[in-house]
């Protein structure tokens, strides 16, 4: 049966230019386009955002008061057990940076979206991270893919604004099973103006 999530799957998977990168931390500052050519990110500016817990949001401006930049995000993923309500009931959650939801992250149309995604070594599990807004490599997820005590980094030029989901994709029947334990957040993407 034809699903539209195996179309987008497949779609993506024949995408010969994928817009998203994954990315070592000493690899070049450069981008692809959707047409395949690098893009020269050296000269743009970085903005490092520290996220934090919802229902709170990192600062940020409604209208872009700067140039395109490249902001860079850094997010943790820690499997731990959570209290979920005031009668004690205990989860055994994956999350991103500790809550569910995960953080929300804020960038204008435009801008460059840098994530350093670490699962740190007391992790059990391998865990990525599928980008709603990103168009390619199954939206990072075919990209992200981190055993405990790895990391990577995942690029990608936010293009359109709304406000996106993004979930840990390890593939199959682990992916529901990540998303209702906790690993799940949103992305804004604000127009410039």
């Excluded at 401006?61 to 395109?68: F, G, I, Y």
């Excluded at 995942?154 to 690993?183: D, E, N, Q």
Aim: with cysteine; proline share 9%.
């Amino acid at each position: 049966m034809l699903s539209r999530r195996s179309l987008l799957i497949a779609s993506a998977l024949a995408a010969s230019a994928p817009t998203v990168m994954a990315q070592n931390i000493a690899a070049a500052s450069e981008s692809l386009t959707p047409v395949g050519k690098k893009v020269d990110l050296s000269k743009l500016p970085r903005r490092k955002v520290k996220l934090v817990a919802p229902p709170m949001v990192h600062p940020h401006t409604q209208v872009a008061t700067h140039e395109p930049s490249v902001v860079q995000f850094e997010m943790t993923i820690l499997e731990q057990e959570m209290e979920i309500d005031d009668n004690g009931t205990m989860l055994q959650g994956m999350t991103f940076d500790g809550s569910i939801p995960g953080p929300m992250m804020i960038v204008h149309e435009g801008d460059y979206v840098e994530l350093m995604l670490i699962n740190p070594p007391q992790n059990t599990m391998p865990h990525n991270i599928d980008f709603h807004a990103a168009t390619g490599g199954l939206g990072g997820g075919a990209l992200t893919l981190v055993s405990p005590g790895e990391h990577t980094v995942l690029r990608f030029k936010a293009t359109r604004p709304g406000t996106f989901v993004y979930h840990c994709a390890p593939g199959g029947p682990m992916i529901p099973w990540h998303v209702v334990s906790g690993m799940s957040g949103a992305i804004m993407i604000l127009p410039r103006d």
